[in-house]
């Protein structure tokens, strides 16, 4: 099995009247992909990476605070390629018989409704673990959730920039090297 750490970033509409209602209601609209396969889940060496932007077709204006915290631009997603486009050529990297992993379910739901919103069948999705709840589980035992960059700290890790996607599941593997990841996933219920 092939492991992917993903990171999505997302807009959201500039205000809850701006929601995309119908057929559901649409959080955010995915305007970054990153993503990076690991060799295997003891040594956790990353083989390969991906990243690409999306031109967002429902919420093309970047609400202010996401932009902020991402750096993206207007200009910079409106040169981005389709989200299907893209959406396929990730899950063509991502390659047969992989597991996503994530900090959170939060990209997994994002990816989910950003497929469904264009049309594109989320039946082979594969698996994903959430290393968010590793970290809770064997570090915090707080049964909440923590954000990236409190791992990071709480590991005394340096980070990449936060809040780019490639960096985040970069960011994502460093907290993982710092876990019992593997055995973590033997009690892990997907």
């Known amino acids: 099995m092939k492991y992917v750490v993903l990171d999505l970033e ?3 509409p500039l205000s809850p009247q701006r929601m995309i209602r119908e ?3 649409l959080g955010g609209e995915i305007i970054q992909f990153g993503a990076v396969k690991i060799d295997d889940l003891q040594n956790l060496n990353i083989v390969d990476k ?3 932007i999306v031109k967002p077709v429902f919420y093309t204006k970047m609400q202010k605070h996401v932009s902020e915290v991402t750096d993206l631009t207007d200009e910079i997603v409106s040169a981005g390629r ?3 486009v893209v959406c396929r050529e990730f899950l063509e990297w991502c ?3 992989c597991a996503f992993i994530t900090w959170s379910n939060n990209d997994i739901y994002m990816l989910e409704d950003n497929m469904s919103i264009h049309d594109m069948d989320i039946s082979g999705l594969p698996e994903c673990y959430d290393v968010q709840l590793l970290f809770d589980d064997q570090i915090t035992q707080e049964d909440r ?3 990236l960059s409190y791992a990071m700290w709480k590991f005394d890790i340096k980070p990449e920039r936060s809040h780019d996607a490639l960096n985040d599941a970069i960011n994502t593997v460093a907290v ?3 876990l019992d990841f593997s055995e973590g996933l033997d009690g892990y219920e997907v």
Request: glycine letters at 4%; aromatic letters at 24%; hydrophobic letters at 30%.
């Open 50 to 52: 991906y990243s690409e």
């Open 82 to 84: 389709p989200f299907d």
């Open 145 to 147: 959730n923590f954000a």
């Open 23 to 25: 057929p559901f209601n």
């Open 95 to 97: 390659g047969d018989d």
């Open 10 to 12: 997302w807009n959201q």
């Open 176 to 178: 993982m090297r710092k």
